[in-house]
Nanobody, 120 residues
Framework: QVHVLESGGGSVQAGGSMRLSCTAS????????MGWYRQGSGKQRELVAT???????KYADSVKGRFTISRDGAKNTRYLQMNSLTPEDTAIYYC??????????????WGQGTQVTVSS
């Protein structure tokens, strides 16, 4: 069994900052991809930022230069530092995990989501 636990989120004014955390635990042999997606009201879920096997990162164009994903590999934790937030960043943010199990299969997991609200 694998657990994905998110923390952070809340409300902030435009121009402010916020940090999200996501920790994975359980039957994890190796983390392939771990990061963040978001879904605004009436919108499809979209990629925000991902860490790819700890060797590469991918960002949505809309957050480049403002958001940074970082990792604490020893704790299977990823952080999303969000700066210069705008109301357009308001969404539910979901942590995503793709990992290899101890049986060498691959599984995907999603966190429960955390609300980020940016007011103008």
């Amino acid at each position: 069994q694998v657990h994905v636990l998110e923390s952070g989120g809340g409300s902030v004014q435009a121009g402010g900052s916020m940090r999200l955390s996501c920790t994975a635990s359980g039957d994890i042999f190796a983390i392939n991809i771990m990061g963040w997606y978001r879904q605004g009201s009436g919108k499809q879920r979209e990629l925000v930022a991902t860490d790819i096997a700890g060797t590469d990162t991918k960002y949505a164009d809309s957050v480049k230069g403002r958001f940074t994903i970082s990792r604490d590999g020893a704790k299977n934790t990823r952080y999303l530092q969000m700066n210069s937030l705008t109301p357009e960043d308001t969404a539910i943010y979901y942590c995503y995990l793709r990992h290899t199990t101890t049986d060498y299969t691959t599984d995907d997991y999603w966190g429960q989501g955390t609300q980020v609200t940016v007011s103008s």
